[in-house]
C-alpha cells in the first residue's frame, strides 16, 4: 500500500505538472474567472479556448465539458444578449454567473501541514482515495484534489444566471439573454461541448429595459474603481489594495470620469539670478537650458495634467507666470529694465506664437536697485509704486465660425493676486464684454466668470455669444472687457449657506449673512484684467496656423500682488489692509544709474497727483520692475507620455549690474477633487 500510495502521488505529481507546463506556455490572460476581460454594452470581441484550461465550477445551463475564458459585464437594468451565434468554428456553449470571483480553489481546504480539512465531507472524499491526505499532511496536492472531489465548496463563489447550447438558428454554437439588474457584474463563460475548443467571437448587446428580473440573488459587488487616473470596474477591497477610489457598488466607468486630484489655483516661488545684461530663457516643461523647476512642480502626478477641455483628447497643465526684482532679503527694488516674452510651440500641430510679457515700472523716486519704499511683499500697482493696471481691455476679432477656419482663443486674468501661503484666495471677477460689428452696431449682455486665470476659445462662451459670425452679423468685430464684481461670479465652496456680496464683504456676521460661511467662499470684485488672444486659422486640412498677441488697454485701475518674503513669516489670514492705507509717496530724485534710465530726471517734491498724472501707464512692450507672463501651457497626448506643447520662457536683465528675480508659478485651472 505505501508503494502503490508514493506511485500514485508521484504520477500526480508528474501530470500536474507537466498540465501547469503546458498551459503556462500560451495560458489566455482571461483564463480564470477574476482576470474575466471587461467589455462595455454593445460591444463584438474576438477571442480563442484553444489554450483555456478547464474551469472547476458548477454547471449553469449547460454542463461543463471543456476549457473556457471568462468575459465580465455590467447590468443596465436592460436585457442583455450573450452571442456567439454562427461566430465560432466549433461547439460552443455559454455560462452567466453573477457574484465575485473568488481566485480559484481559495475557499477549498486549503494545504496545511496539518493531516486532514476543516469540511468532514470533503476529508473523507478526498482520504478515501488518498489517506496520505489525512495521515501525514494536507498539502497542495491534497487541496488540488478537494477541488475535483469538492466542486461544490471548492468552486468559485458565484451564483448562476443561466447558459445555452445549440441556439435556434445558430447551429452548434450559442445564444443566452437574461434580465440584467443595474449595477451587478455578470461574469460569461465561453467553453465547448465535449472538450472540444476554438475560436470564437462574442457580442454582447442591449435589448429592452427589465419589467422584472430573473428573481436570482445578484448583488452588485463591483463598481468604478479609479486608480493612477484609470476607471477600471473592481470590488472595494481590491481598489482599496491598488490604492484606488471606489465610488460605489453599482457605479460604472462610461458615467464615472476617472481622474486623479489636482490642485488648482495654486502657486510655487522660484528665485532666478541674473548677471549685468544676461539674456536667458528655459522650456516649462523641463526648466532647461536654465536649470530652474518645471512648471509641473505646480501639479506632479501620473498622468501629467489634467483631461483638455477644448474637445481633444490632450492633458494640459496651465498659468501663468509673474516675476518682479528683488533684493536679497525678497524686497522688491526699482530695476525697470526687465523684459521678457513667451514662444508656445505645439509639436503636434507643427505651430507656434509669441507675445510680450505685461511689464510694470517702478515709478517712484528711488535709485535703481533701491527698495521701493513700501510695504515689502505688496506690490501695489496704483501708480505710485508700480504702474497702475488697465481699467478697459480692447479685443480686435474676426468672428468665429464653430467648427469653421478660424477661433480665437482668449485669456484672461485679473491682476491682483494673493501668492502667500495663507492666501486670502483667487480673486474672481465678471468679465464684461460690449462689443460692436462692423455696421457699429452695439452688443451687450455677454459676460463671463473669471476666477484666478481662464483661457477659453471663444466659440465656446456661453450665451449670448457675439463672438460667433451668425450672432455678430460681420465677419470683424472688436470688444472692450471690463472686470467687474457680480454675485453670478461668486464662488461658493459649501452651496447652501446664505452668505451674501455686500453683507459679507463689510461683516460676516452681519445680518442677512451666514455667520457660518466657509471661509474659502469668494468673493468676486472689481478687477484690472490682462490678456493675451491666440488666434488660429485652419490653411488646409492638415492643421492650423496660429498668432499672438498682447490685448492693450485704455483707462488706469489699481491692482496689488501679495507674497511673502524672505525672513518674514507669513500671518495667519491677514486681514485687507489696501483699503486704509495712507500711500507713502517718495519724490522722484535724480539717479546716476545710466542713460538707459529715461526717467531719471529730477522730480524732487512732486505731489502724488503730478506722479499719477505722469506715470499711470501699463505697458506690454516697454522694460519693468515687474513682468507678468500671462499664459504657459503644456500638453501631452491622451495617455500623458508624450509631450505635445511646449512653453518657452525668455527673461532678460538689461542693464549692468547683476539682479535677483523673484517668480511665481501659478496654476490657472480650478481644484479638482475626488470624491
Given at each position: 500500500?505505501?508503494?502503490?500510495?508514493?506511485?500514485?502521488?508521484?504520477?500526480?505529481?508528474?501530470?500536474?505538472?507537466?498540465?501547469?507546463?503546458?498551459?503556462?506556455q500560451?495560458?489566455?490572460?482571461?483564463?480564470?474567472?477574476p482576470?474575466?476581460?471587461?467589455?462595455?454594452?454593445?460591444?463584438?470581441?474576438?477571442?480563442?479556448?484553444?489554450?483555456a484550461?478547464?474551469?472547476?465550477?458548477?454547471?449553469?445551463?449547460?454542463?461543463?465539458?471543456?476549457?473556457?475564458?471568462?468575459?465580465?459585464?455590467?447590468?443596465?437594468?436592460?436585457?442583455?444578449?450573450?452571442?456567439?451565434?454562427?461566430?465560432?468554428?466549433?461547439?460552443?456553449?455559454?455560462?452567466?454567473?453573477?457574484?465575485?470571483?473568488?481566485?480559484?480553489?481559495?475557499?477549498?481546504?486549503?494545504?496545511?501541514?496539518?493531516?486532514g480539512?476543516?469540511?468532514?465531507?470533503?476529508?473523507?472524499?478526498?482520504?478515501?482515495?488518498?489517506?496520505?491526505?489525512?495521515?501525514?499532511?494536507?498539502?497542495?496536492?491534497?487541496?488540488?484534489?478537494?477541488?475535483?472531489?469538492?466542486?461544490?465548496?471548492?468552486?468559485?463563489?458565484?451564483?448562476?444566471?443561466?447558459?445555452?447550447?445549440?441556439?435556434?438558428?445558430?447551429?452548434?454554437?450559442?445564444?443566452?439573454?437574461?434580465?440584467?439588474?443595474?449595477?451587478?457584474?455578470?461574469?460569461?463563460?465561453?467553453?465547448?461541448?465535449?472538450?472540444?475548443?476554438?475560436?470564437?467571437?462574442?457580442?454582447?448587446?442591449?435589448?429592452?429595459p427589465?419589467?422584472?428580473?430573473?428573481g436570482?440573488?445578484?448583488?452588485?459587488?463591483?463598481?468604478?474603481?479609479?486608480?493612477?487616473?484609470?476607471?477600471?470596474?473592481?470590488?472595494?477591497?481590491?481598489?482599496?489594495?491598488?490604492?484606488?477610489?471606489?465610488?460605489?457598488?453599482?457605479?460604472?466607468?462610461?458615467?464615472?470620469?476617472?481622474?486623479?486630484?489636482?490642485?488648482?489655483?495654486?502657486?510655487?516661488?522660484?528665485?532666478?539670478?541674473?548677471?549685468?545684461?544676461?539674456?536667458?530663457?528655459?522650456?516649462?516643461?523641463?526648466?532647461?537650458?536654465?536649470?530652474?523647476?518645471p512648471?509641473?512642480?505646480?501639479d506632479?502626478?501620473?498622468?501629467?495634467?489634467?483631461?483638455?477641455?477644448?474637445?481633444?483628447?490632450?492633458?494640459?497643465?496651465?498659468?501663468?507666470?509673474?516675476?518682479?526684482?528683488?533684493?536679497?532679503?525678497?524686497?522688491?527694488?526699482?530695476w525697470?529694465?526687465?523684459?521678457?516674452?513667451?514662444?508656445?510651440?505645439?509639436?503636434?500641430?507643427?505651430?507656434?506664437?509669441?507675445?510680450?510679457?505685461?511689464?510694470?515700472?517702478?515709478?517712484?523716486?528711488?535709485?535703481?536697485?533701491?527698495?521701493?519704499?513700501?510695504?515689502?511683499?505688496?506690490?501695489?500697482?496704483d501708480?505710485?509704486?508700480?504702474?497702475?493696471?488697465?481699467?478697459?481691455?480692447?479685443?480686435?476679432?474676426?468672428?468665429?465660425?464653430?467648427?469653421?477656419?478660424?477661433?480665437?482663443?482668449?485669456?484672461?486674468?485679473?491682476?491682483?493676486?494673493?501668492?502667500?501661503?495663507?492666501?486670502?484666495?483667487?480673486?474672481?471677477?465678471?468679465?464684461?464684454?460690449?462689443?460692436?460689428?462692423?455696421?457699429?452696431?452695439?452688443?451687450?449682455?455677454?459676460?463671463?466668470?473669471?476666477?484666478?486665470?481662464?483661457?477659453?476659445?471663444?466659440?465656446?462662451?456661453?450665451?449670448?455669444?457675439?463672438?460667433?459670425?451668425?450672432?455678430?452679423?460681420?465677419?470683424?468685430?472688436?470688444?472692450?472687457?471690463?472686470g467687474?464684481?457680480?454675485?453670478?461670479?461668486?464662488?461658493?465652496?459649501?452651496?447652501?449657506?446664505i452668505?451674501?456680496?455686500?453683507?459679507?464683504?463689510?461683516?460676516?456676521?452681519?445680518?442677512?449673512?451666514?455667520?457660518?460661511?466657509?471661509?474659502?467662499?469668494?468673493?468676486?470684485?472689481?478687477?484690472?484684467?490682462?490678456?493675451?488672444?491666440?488666434?488660429?486659422?485652419?490653411?488646409?486640412?492638415?492643421?492650423?496656423?496660429?498668432?499672438?498677441?498682447?490685448?492693450?488697454?485704455?483707462?488706469?485701475?489699481?491692482?496689488?500682488?501679495?507674497?511673502?518674503?524672505?525672513?518674514?513669516?507669513p500671518?495667519?489670514r491677514?486681514?485687507?489692509?489696501?483699503?486704509?492705507?495712507?500711500?507713502?509717496?517718495?519724490?522722484?530724485?535724480?539717479?546716476?544709474?545710466?542713460?538707459?534710465?529715461?526717467?531719471?530726471?529730477?522730480?524732487?517734491g512732486?505731489?502724488?497727483?503730478?506722479?499719477?498724472?505722469?506715470?499711470?501707464?501699463?505697458?506690454?512692450?516697454?522694460?519693468?520692475?515687474?513682468?507678468?507672463?500671462?499664459?504657459?501651457?503644456?500638453r501631452?497626448n491622451?495617455?500623458?507620455?508624450?509631450?505635445?506643447?511646449?512653453?518657452?520662457?525668455?527673461?532678460?536683465?538689461?542693464?549692468?549690474?547683476?539682479?535677483?528675480?523673484?517668480?511665481?508659478?501659478?496654476?490657472?485651472?480650478?481644484?479638482?477633487?475626488?470624491?
Amino acid at each position: 500500500m505505501p508503494h502503490l500510495l508514493i506511485e500514485k502521488r508521484t504520477v500526480y505529481i508528474a501530470a500536474l505538472v507537466f498540465a501547469m507546463a503546458t498551459v503556462v506556455q500560451a495560458q489566455p490572460s482571461n483564463d480564470e474567472c477574476p482576470s474575466a476581460t471587461s467589455l462595455a454594452v454593445p460591444f463584438v470581441q474576438a477571442g480563442s479556448t484553444s489554450s483555456a484550461t478547464f474551469d472547476s465550477i458548477p454547471d449553469c445551463g449547460t454542463f461543463i465539458g471543456a476549457p473556457g475564458v471568462w468575459y465580465q459585464v455590467v447590468g443596465t437594468g436592460a436585457q442583455l444578449t450573450a452571442s456567439t451565434c454562427n461566430a465560432a468554428n466549433y461547439d460552443t456553449k455559454l455560462s452567466v454567473y453573477c457574484g465575485e470571483c473568488q481566485p480559484a480553489y481559495s475557499s477549498c481546504c486549503p494545504g496545511s501541514s496539518i493531516p486532514g480539512c476543516d469540511d468532514a465531507t470533503c476529508e473523507a472524499a478526498v482520504c478515501a482515495f488518498d489517506p496520505f491526505c489525512c495521515n501525514v499532511g494536507w498539502d497542495s496536492i491534497c487541496e488540488d484534489e478537494a477541488a475535483v472531489a469538492c466542486p461544490d465548496l471548492c468552486s468559485n463563489a458565484q451564483t448562476c444566471v443561466g447558459g445555452n447550447d445549440d441556439a435556434i438558428g445558430c447551429g452548434l454554437t450559442s445564444e443566452f439573454t437574461w434580465c440584467s439588474e443595474v449595477g451587478v457584474a455578470y461574469h460569461i463563460l465561453v467553453h465547448g461541448f465535449n472538450n472540444q475548443t476554438g475560436d470564437f467571437t462574442l457580442s454582447i448587446t442591449e435589448g429592452a429595459p427589465c419589467i422584472n428580473t430573473t428573481g436570482i440573488a445578484c448583488p452588485a459587488t463591483v463598481g468604478a474603481c479609479c486608480a493612477d487616473g484609470v476607471c477600471e470596474l473592481n470590488t472595494a477591497d481590491e481598489c482599496a489594495l491598488r490604492g484606488g477610489v471606489y465610488n460605489g457598488d453599482g457605479t460604472i466607468c462610461d458615467n464615472f470620469e476617472c481622474e486623479r486630484a489636482h490642485p488648482g489655483w495654486n502657486s510655487v516661488d522660484v528665485g532666478i539670478s541674473l548677471t549685468g545684461h544676461q539674456p536667458t530663457y528655459w522650456s516649462a516643461a523641463t526648466g532647461q537650458p536654465q536649470g530652474v523647476s518645471p512648471f509641473t512642480i505646480l501639479d506632479p502626478g501620473t498622468p501629467p495634467g489634467r483631461p483638455a477641455m477644448d474637445g481633444t483628447t490632450d492633458r494640459v497643465l496651465r498659468g501663468y507666470i509673474v516675476a518682479w526684482a528683488v533684493d536679497p532679503n525678497g524686497v522688491e527694488i526699482r530695476w525697470n529694465h526687465l523684459k521678457g516674452d513667451a514662444v508656445t510651440v505645439n509639436y503636434a500641430l507643427g505651430t507656434a506664437w509669441e507675445y510680450t510679457t505685461y511689464s510694470f515700472a517702478v515709478v517712484n523716486g528711488s535709485a535703481n536697485g533701491a527698495p521701493t519704499g513700501l510695504t515689502p511683499g505688496q506690490l501695489d500697482l496704483d501708480g505710485i509704486e508700480y504702474d497702475q493696471g488697465y481699467e478697459t481691455l480692447l479685443l480686435d476679432f474676426y468672428s468665429s465660425i464653430v467648427g469653421g477656419t478660424f477661433d480665437t482663443e482668449l485669456t484672461l486674468l485679473p491682476v491682483s493676486v494673493d501668492l502667500r501661503q495663507e492666501t486670502e484666495g483667487p480673486v474672481a471677477t465678471k468679465a464684461s464684454f460690449t462689443i460692436w460689428n462692423q455696421n457699429e452696431v452695439k452688443l451687450t449682455g455677454m459676460d463671463r466668470c473669471i476666477t484666478c486665470w481662464d483661457s477659453t476659445f471663444v466659440s465656446q462662451y456661453g450665451v449670448p455669444n457675439h463672438f460667433l459670425l451668425d450672432n455678430l452679423q460681420t465677419s470683424k468685430g472688436k470688444a472692450q472687457i471690463v472686470g467687474v464684481p457680480s454675485k453670478l461670479c461668486d464662488f461658493d465652496y459649501d452651496p447652501g449657506d446664505i452668505c451674501t456680496q455686500n453683507a459679507l464683504a463689510a461683516d460676516p456676521t452681519a445680518s442677512g449673512a451666514d455667520p457660518t460661511c466657509d471661509p474659502r467662499d469668494i468673493l468676486s470684485q472689481d478687477a484690472s484684467l490682462l490678456g493675451v488672444a491666440m488666434k488660429q486659422f485652419q490653411v488646409n486640412s492638415n492643421g492650423y496656423d496660429t498668432a499672438g498677441m498682447n490685448l492693450v488697454g485704455m483707462g488706469y485701475k489699481a491692482a496689488t500682488i501679495k507674497a511673502d518674503f524672505a525672513g518674514s513669516p507669513p500671518d495667519e489670514r491677514p486681514g485687507d489692509i489696501g483699503g486704509g492705507r495712507t500711500p507713502h509717496v517718495i519724490a522722484r530724485q535724480a539717479v546716476g544709474d545710466d542713460s538707459l534710465n529715461a526717467e531719471s530726471q529730477s522730480q524732487s517734491g512732486d505731489s502724488a497727483s503730478a506722479v499719477l498724472a505722469a506715470n499711470d501707464r501699463c505697458s506690454a512692450s516697454e522694460k519693468g520692475s515687474l513682468l507678468i507672463f500671462p499664459k504657459v501651457e503644456l500638453r501631452w497626448n491622451e495617455a500623458g507620455d508624450t509631450l505635445l506643447q511646449d512653453t518657452f520662457i525668455d527673461l532678460t536683465n538689461d542693464y549692468p549690474d547683476d539682479v535677483q528675480v523673484q517668480m511665481y508659478f501659478i496654476n490657472g485651472d480650478a481644484p479638482l477633487v475626488i470624491k
